[in-house]
């Protein structure tokens, strides 16, 4: 049902993986990238991406063009491309901003990406051949806050994005000396008649009526008609393009969720603060419901008292009883989650990684098989 | 790690008040709940009448949590005390598994508010709703409490 790695006590930042899901990109939480080659049922680091002067905040490796994308709080991207020799060449990119870059996706025709920062702006970038090198453009208005999270419409024009203040926002990311304008059929775009130029704002909606804290995370659906967000008022927001942008909320019983994606055209995983990811889904009627939590592992039975770690428990800890472990895989917050196989339309495999420094890998048509009442539709 | 890291002075600098167009919290408040409060009158003579969860519903759907009047919003924290208090400790069950879970979330809020400013025997009391709405409305309703900007 799970697969689960451990990389160490530091807690992994970000994770990507490459096209075939033989290796990953994961930050510790510092500075550097660190690639792992799988081998077996064992990881092997590779290659240390070291570029960047402060931790790194967003990884996202493009899988045809095998290129992987870098930010960091050091306010700089780097595009990563492999050399014949395997090694990793960065290539700076000028994001002109005066704040942390925060997150950073490629999108889906691995064209452009987009990186999210505490600037208040989200810059959008491509590759200009005359001149070689990355030229970002800004979406700014009207942005007031930092930006948490990103995800592109898979028409590749279209981005949303998550913000600090309590709104999720819905942009038009066309470029246009990179690409035709070709979805004017798009719900999103109704309105205007097609993407519009860059910046565009397509959609706003605000998280909570109450308030409702910052966006964690962002998701657009694989038909690219509805986005789920999840927000740290420990809610689920659904807003259907398609359905004349009515949003449903959901606000759980749980500890705030850090980030959200579709796995079936109406299901969604959430996974945060509770350490355990938790399907939902939006039925035809347009209620959002819990369904099931993913992680069924029951706590480890302590096997016996031994008096070594009696006393060594006692040492370290001045307790006998020394049972802090979670009964989830993960032992701390979930920050990161992607996709490992399938499309956001049907997702049959999805990673997390952690604070705990633990990145799982989760079978859906096995959890599916071993939990009751769970159903994917 | 630097030696200064037990200093915390430079988080009070504010780096953003030379931006232009700063993010601003009072252009969020279209106003949503009415403005008002729930009617005094009309929450006292459901109490009298015995109504005690009607006069529960009452106040909590009239929150005036997106009010900027403070007057407005201690009267009816008041009144909200006054209902929660007079609702006897073996009616609270049944009292919150009677209200949506939106009320519920309201109903944190107002017992929070209630543990910051007690008076004779209201804590103890108060416990006891914090329990029963736990149980309904769980950790998430707490963390609302915490996050929602529109407050108690």
Redesign the interface.
């Known amino acids: 049902m799970v697969e689960r790695f451990s990389f160490g006590v530091n807690p992994i930042t970000c994770h990507a993986w490459n096209k075939d899901r033989s290796q990953v990109a994961l930050s510790p939480n510092n500075h550097e990238v660190h690639i792992y080659k799988r081998e077996a049922n064992d990881w092997r680091l590779i290659n240390v991406l070291n570029q960047h002067d402060l931790r790194v905040t967003g990884i996202d490796w493009a899988p045809n063009t095998n290129r992987i994308v870098t930010c960091a709080a050091d306010r700089n991207a780097y595009v990563w491309t492999q050399g014949s020799d395997g090694n990793w060449k960065p290539t700076l990119v000028l994001l002109r901003i005066n704040r942390a870059a925060t997150c950073v996706k490629w999108s889906p025709f691995e064209n452009k990406f987009a990186v999210g920062s505490g600037a208040r702006l989200i810059s959008v970038c491509y590759f200009e051949k005359e001149n070689d090198w990355w030229v970002s453009k800004h979406i700014k208005k009207p942005i007031r806050s930092t930006v948490t999270s990103l995800d592109w419409h898979p028409n590749n024009l279209i981005l949303v994005a998550g913000l600090t203040d309590f709104k999720v926002r819905v942009f038009s990311a066309y470029i246009k000396l990179l690409e035709e304008p070709n979805d004017s059929g798009s719900p999103w775009c109704k309105k205007a008649g097609g993407p519009g130029s860059l910046g565009t704002l397509l959609a706003e909606f605000t998280n909570s009526q109450s308030g409702g804290g910052w966006v964690h995370g962002v998701s657009f659906s694989g038909d690219g008609n509805r986005i789920c967000w999840v927000g740290h008022d420990s809610s689920i927001s659904v807003a259907d393009a398609s359905r004349g942008m009515v949003v449903t909320k959901l606000r759980t019983e749980f500890l705030p969720f850090n980030t959200c994606t579709w796995v079936g055209p109406n299901s969604i995983v959430v996974a945060g603060h509770n350490c355990c990811p938790l399907l939902y889904t939006f039925d035809s009627s347009g209620q959002l419901s819990y369904s099931c939590k993913l992680d069924n592992s029951q706590k480890k039975e302590a096997g016996g008292l031994s008096a070594m770690r009696k006393f060594q428990s006692l040492d370290r800890q001045a307790r006998i009883e020394n049972d802090t472990a979670l009964e989830t895989v993960h032992q701390n917050a979930i920050t990161g989650l992607c996709l490992y196989s399938g499309s956001k339309g049907a997702i049959t495999k999805f990673s997390t990684s952690g604070i705990d420094g633990q990145l799982a890998v989760w079978d859906m048509n096995l959890l599916e098989k071993g939990i009751q009442n769970m159903r994917l539709n | 790690m630097s030696i200064n890291t037990s200093s915390s002075a430079f988080r009070k600098i504010d780096v953003d008040q030379y931006n232009e167009?700063?993010?601003g919290d009072e252009d969020?408040g279209e106003l949503?709940s009415p403005p008002v409060g729930p009617d005094e009158s009309e929450v006292t003579s459901l109490l009298n009448q015995g109504k005690t969860i009607d006069a529960l519903k009452t106040v909590l759907r009239n929150a005036p949590?997106?009010s900027k009047n403070p007057q407005v919003k201690d009267n009816a924290f008041n009144l909200t005390m006054k209902v929660l208090l007079y609702i006897k400790g073996s009616q609270v069950e049944e009292a919150v598994s009677a209200l949506d879970?939106?009320l519920v979330?309201v109903l944190m809020k107002y017992i929070y508010r209630g543990f910051e400013t007690p008076s004779e025997g209201s804590s103890g009391h108060l416990l006891l709703w914090h329990e029963r709405a736990y149980s309904v409305?769980?950790?998430?309703?707490i963390?609302?409490v915490l996050?929602?900007?529109?407050k108690a």
């Open positions: 167009d700063n993010f969020q949503q949590l997106a879970r939106d979330d409305g769980g950790i998430g309703s963390v609302r996050t929602d900007s529109k």
